[in-house]
């Protein structure tokens, strides 16, 4: 059509074997002009129905396969085709809102009215940002909610688990929308771009889907934008997989501060009260003393306090429950722990420790002298009962103990039963703690315990350079110790933090052991000063307390006195070789003697907890108070003081690994951003105009009646033939002509000659010739003569790089 005879108005010929027309030719504005306004002020234009006819080339008798809507004019032979076309005040390619739902029963049936609420504003540029942005948002959520979970008990795991997945999830999703946003619009700018075969075009709409397009090297050479914004796509479903598996659960220490029940302590104070006359029942358990006691008068159990001169008790020996646990503790080596103890103190599944602080006996100890060249003399000036010349490689012995230097006697004299001495008046150090024995322990040691050295003559040499011997003392004192116990499951351990030595429990210097002059008592004990004794009146409960700390001192000397000869044969006599102070292997003291006994009478001393029947046994939270045996059924029933503990047990908790999330989210994140950054690029090149890949856009992209020139072949499935997935196409701005099959409905494109050098467009002046004008895919060349009668013959088709921002749509 030559545009200059539109300009004149001169009638064009018109070729009815294509088009019948029922409406004269009206110019349009330009088709690619901005879109009018809405809401500018005014009623809009009617817009008016322009039918055309097109001979149809079927059988009427076959089905077409397709999207449309043709109607068969049985009287004329000719398919009618129906539009809507605009006014000059509405142009038909931008129809406005109100006008584009048309009833189907013809002009005079109403127009069917737009809803009220639209969607329109989520197919907006800032969807994409909003949709990175939420990402991150979710990312980070995740993020916070495993740091809240990492340690702590791992209940409803199952729960935990699937609202992490759900975070996981929201994150992966926002940032798919995201990437897919962008992947809509580089879709449109790349077929825009690019002449691309019509099976590429087909992998590049569909590999959001469909993977098979990465077959495709057309696709590798001309879209590899979309190809990497689809393979990106197509990874992010293993964010789902990477990030949840960076909460794990794992068996930890929980640890918690926390009061426990049934803590016990040891009060000896509590001996200065305990009358054996008196029945002690707690509980329906009697309490026990660690001593044994004699009488001055006959039927003493009938006889009550005050004491005076001719009515006290005096000390007589060490009880029997104080005996049975200083064996238990001896024989174990260990301090032996209370029956159902961790149970009751820590609570059910739980274990736990606390620390106590109490005063009781114990013993200082002094390495006097080691090796070959010990003073013997000095050790003499001392008031040793022995030198190293006794000990091997010199003597005989590897282990000597004297122990018992000093110790009360017993009986104290001739006595009738119960005690009751026979003889009046009494002596005045009858029952008198005058002194507490020093233990005096020497032992060999291997100087090379790797070697073998068994006993051998002591003309030896290595027998002689293979030992050395040790000597050391040990004074009874009252300490002050701070023990930590720790109760695991349904053992115990315990462990000495502090022990401060506060004061010999008798302040006396032994001078003999074994004196001619007599006091009228079986002991011949003298020690000074004499008016440091401690004796059975007055003051019978300091008498009773320090008879509490001799007797479990006593009962721990018996185990320690002896000795162990070695030569010519190892020959124990002494009951040290029961303990855990003798190698069981050599008959040896073990290398480390002096702590091993220091620690041996801390295990026994601590040991005595494990009976609450005793009278020292006390609440640790109230020390003043008896503990007693508790009938506490089960633990909850406990209502014994709580004292400070720490609690601990062996559970399933949740680990976190922020590691493992961060590096699956900074990978999914950081292509998300360049994903967005493409797309803003393709933004930019459709002129901010946001494109989708709906069936609607597809129809509306694909409706050129130039597309119906193809080699199309009948196909009741819609199967698309090979040689037309060949044919190459582009996406453009189209002017449908008479050549093609484009009925004349007076729309034409303007021309470049008319268009001013000012506006930098196109103006509405110009019409380069009778046709429908509009965006859509068609063959190459159709496109070319489009861009030649908009742009003129001397204008290069326009290049721009996928990462450009330039508007596409420049002159």
């Known amino acids: 059509m030559d545009p200059r005879a539109l300009q004149h108005g001169q009638q064009q010929p018109t070729n009815t074997g294509y088009h019948g027309l029922q409406e004269q030719d009206t110019p349009w504005p330009n088709p690619i002009a901005p879109t009018p306004e809405i809401s500018s002020p005014g009623s809009p234009p009617t817009p008016r129905r322009v039918t055309f006819f097109q001979r149809s080339k079927r059988n009427t008798s076959q089905a077409s396969i397709g999207l449309g809507i043709d109607h068969q004019d049985e009287s004329t032979g000719y398919s009618r085709h129906e539009y809507y076309a605009g006014t000059p005040e509405t142009p038909a390619l931008y129809p406005q809102p109100q006008n584009r739902d048309i009833s189907p029963d013809g002009p005079d049936k109403p127009l069917l009215q737009p809803p009220r609420w639209s969607w329109n504003w989520l ?159 707690f509980n329906g358990y ?41 064996k238990h503790a001896a024989y174990s080596g260990n301090v032996v722990p209370r029956e159902n103890a961790a149970l009751e103190t820590c609570g059910r599944g739980w274990n736990c420790s606390y620390t106590i602080t109490f005063e009781a006996p114990g013993y200082k100890c002094d390495e006097l002298g080691r090796g070959l060249s010990i003073d013997d003399k000095a050790l003499k000036n001392r008031g040793a009962p022995f030198d190293s010349s006794d000990l091997i490689p010199k003597g005989d012995l590897a282990y000597i103990a004297e122990v018992m230097g000093g110790e009360y006697a017993r009986p104290q004299l001739d006595t009738f039963e119960g005690g009751v001495p026979k003889k009046k008046p009494f002596p005045e150090h009858l029952g008198a703690f005058r002194t507490e024995p020093v233990l005096w322990i020497g032992h060999s040691v291997r100087t090379r315990p790797n070697d073998t050295l068994p006993p051998s003559k002591k003309e030896n040499p290595d027998f002689q350079s293979g030992y050395e011997p040790v000597i050391f003392r040990c004074e009874h004192y009252v300490a002050r110790y701070t023990i930590q116990f720790n109760h695991t499951f349904s053992s115990q351990s315990t462990t000495v933090l502090k022990k401060e030595h506060l004061k010999p429990i ?47 001192g006593l009962r721990f000397r018996n185990f320690l006195k002896g000795k162990i000869h070695y030569i010519p044969f190892p020959n124990p006599i002494t009951d040290a070789t029961e ?12 290398p480390n003697l002096m702590d091993a006994v220091q620690t041996f009478y801390e295990n026994i001393t601590l040991s005595l907890l494990s009976n609450p029947q005793f009278m020292i046994v006390s609440w640790a939270a109230e020390p003043e108070t008896r503990s007693g045996v508790t009938a506490f059924g089960k633990p909850e029933d406990d209502t014994s003081p709580k004292y400070p503990c720490v609690k601990t047990r062996i559970a ?28 803003t690029a393709a933004l930019a090149q459709n002129n901010y105009h946001v494109r989708d890949v709906k069936v609607s856009s597809v129809i509306a992209a694909t409706r050129a009646p130039c597309l119906e020139e193809l080699p199309w ?29 484009t009925p004349r409905i007076g729309m034409g494109l303007p021309s470049r000659r008319n268009t001013g050098a000012s506006t930098g467009g196109l103006s509405e002046g110009g019409m380069v010739g009778n046709g429908k004008v509009y965006y859509g895919f068609a063959p190459p060349e159709v496109l070319e003569r489009t861009r030649r009668e908009t742009f003129g013959p001397g204008r290069a088709r326009p290049k721009s790089s996928p990462f450009s921002f330039k508007i596409w749509e420049h002159t």
Request: hydrophobic residues 45%; proline residues 5%.
């Open 713 to 741: 072949k009948t196909s009741k499935w819609g199967e698309v033939p090979w040689e037309i997935k060949e044919t190459k196409l582009g996406y453009g701005i189209i002017s449908d002509r008479e050549s093609v099959g």
């Open 286 to 326: 009697p309490g026990f003393s660690l001593s044994l006691w004699n009488c001055t008068l006959p039927n003493s159990p009938e006889v009550f306090e005050p004491y005076n001169k001719t009515f006290y008790d005096y000390w007589d020996g060490v009880s029997p429950p104080a005996d049975l646990v200083t």
């Open 579 to 590: 303990t855990r102070l003798i190698d069981k292997a050599t008959h040896l003291a073990v």
């Open 123 to 281: 197919n907006a540029p800032w969807v994409m940002y909003a949709a990175l942005l939420l990402g991150i948002v979710f990312a980070g959520s995740h993020h916070a909610f495993y740091v809240s979970l990492n340690g702590k008990p791992a209940d409803d795991q199952l729960k935990m688990m699937r609202f992490g997945g759900f975070l996981s999830y929201a994150s992966k999703a926002s940032l798919f929308a995201a990437v897919f946003f962008a992947y809509r619009q580089q879709v449109w700018v790349t077929v825009r771009r690019k002449h691309l075969r019509l099976k590429t075009v087909d992998g590049i709409f569909a590999i959001s889907q469909d993977l098979t397009g990465l077959f495709n090297s057309e696709m590798w050479k001309k879209s590899k934008v979309v190809i990497f914004l689809a393979v990106i796509m197509w990874l992010f479903p293993l964010v789902v997989i990477l990030t949840p598996s960076s909460l794990t659960v794992e068996l930890r220490e929980e640890a918690k501060q926390a009061e426990c029940g049934s803590v016990r302590t040891l009060n000896f104070e509590a001996e200065r009260k305990k009358n054996w006359r008196n029945p002690d029942f």
């Open 652 to 679: 399933n908790s949740y680990l976190y690994v922020q590691r493992d999330l961060w590096i699956a989210y900074s990978i999914a994140i950081l292509a998300a951003v360049i994903c967005v950054g493409l797309g």
């Open 506 to 552: 008798v302040d006396t210097v032994l001078k003999t052991a074994n004196s001619t002059v007599s006091d009228g008592t079986n002991d011949t004990t003298i020690a000074e000063p004499r008016s440091n004794y401690i004796l059975p009146y007055p003051d019978y409960e300091l008498y009773r307390l320090t008879a509490a700390y001799h007797a479990l």
